[in-house]
């Protein structure tokens, strides 16, 4: 076992930096992320914070691009779900009473 570091590149036309950057906030109790970016690929340098085994490792690796998939599926369902939560919102807050129409 070793501590160990790891790098792996995701293409821009794919995933925003946005997207990997709050999946790598999920992993800040297991590692930090290094972001570079190199013509239309992010580069990101995974630095552990303690020893792991290959396939600890492998693990994390796997379950940290399964994070970034569910972070880019979330980006998209709220993007295509933006104008339907604003109706509710607004029909919502309509309904309180707080709000005073003159």
């Known amino acids: 076992m070793s501590k160990s570091e790891l790098t792996l590149k995701f293409d821009e036309r794919v995933y925003s930096v946005e997207t990997i ?22 580069l990101c340098h995974i630095i552990f914070d303690s020893e792991h085994s290959d396939s600890q490792l492998q693990k994390l690796k796997a379950d940290f691009k399964k994070e970034i998939l569910d972070q880019h599926l979330r980006q998209l369902i709220a993007k295509e779900t933006e104008t339907v939560r604003n109706l509710i919102l607004s029909a919502t807050f309509l309904n309180t009473g707080l709000q005073k129409i003159e």
């Open 21 to 42: 950057q709050k999946a790598a906030y999920r992993f800040i109790n297991k590692f930090t992320v290094d972001f570079e970016l190199i013509d239309r690929d992010i």
